[in-house]
């Protein structure tokens, strides 16, 4: 069994992060960057399917040049090898065109099984597993707390808020993964020095066959206008109960809108 895992390296969700002045995109040069937490479980289920069923995992990534330190990160893990998508043209892409692109960077691989995180740190909107799945023509089976691979067919335990749902559907497919599913293997000594061994492959939008004004600011279909700092918090509203407590509370809630 051939499978891709999506991995996306993200500012650290643990540290104030910018966005840029001039272009209000994420900065993502001076922050301290790392694998988005929830890959590192795509990762490690991956893995596990391959010890039960064999084949190959192959990392694939869309970012930068430095996106290559998270690549070698995540290849420390086990996977066998990576492919790095990299162009100067896709900086400032919408989700809709990263889903394109990673599609069409799946469709030269021709996996069985794509992996991936059901949400990344940094945008958190959980759209992507859906967007690659519509442009492969597969099906999409998220937010999985439980996969179970059996020959061709796939079933998942899909987290919900009242417990979970049994979806099934038939390879290829994208599966996206909830940190409930498994707990990520630490990198071992021997598994960080054959990282830097493995195969990397880069990739460009010639490469996949994409024009340029199809991704970056030119080709996004949504983008960021302004932006400003949270204001600093500040002291909240006290109510001196003088028999009237509970009307200045109901007041107070009504011109703040919560009732």
């Not at 990344?120 to 690659?132: A, E, F, L, N």
């Not at 909830?178 to 830097?196: C, H, L, Q, V």
């Not at 001196?240 to 009307?247: A, E, K, P, Q």
Request: charged share 25%; glycine share 10%.
């Amino acid at each position: 069994m051939k499978i891709v895992v999506l991995v996306k390296q993200v500012p650290d969700s643990g540290v104030e992060r910018h966005l840029n002045g001039d272009d209000n995109t994420t900065d993502r040069v001076s922050a301290g960057n790392v694998i988005n937490e929830m890959d590192e479980y795509a990762i490690e289920e991956a893995l596990q399917v391959q010890q039960r069923h064999g084949g190959e995992v192959i990392v694939l990534t869309m970012g930068p040049a430095h996106a290559t330190e998270s690549i070698r990160k995540a290849l420390s893990m086990g996977p066998d090898s990576a492919v790095h998508v990299v162009d100067d043209a896709l900086r400032g892409s919408c989700a809709v065109a990263t889903s394109k692109v990673l599609a069409a960077a799946i469709g030269q691989i021709g996996p069985d099984l794509v992996l991936c995180g059901a949400e990344s740190t940094d945008g958190r909107v959980q759209v992507m597993p859906h967007m690659i799945a519509e442009w492969l023509g597969v099906a999409a089976l998220t937010g999985a707390r439980k996969l179970t691979v059996e020959g061709s067919a796939l079933t998942i335990e899909r987290q919900t808020d009242e417990g979970y749902e049994v979806v099934t559907a038939a390879t290829p497919a994208v599966v996206s993964v909830w940190d409930t599913i498994n707990e990520p293997r630490y990198p071992s000594f021997k598994g960080i020095m054959s990282a830097k061994k493995k195969p990397l492959e880069t990739r460009s939008l010639a490469d996949l066959g994409i024009d340029p004004a199809e991704v970056g600011f030119d080709g996004a279909t949504s983008a960021v206008v302004e932006h400003s700092k949270r204001p600093p918090r500040q002291a909240g509203h006290k109510v001196t109960d003088s028999g009237d407590g509970g009307v200045q509370m109901v007041d107070f809630m009504a011109a703040e809108k919560f009732v």
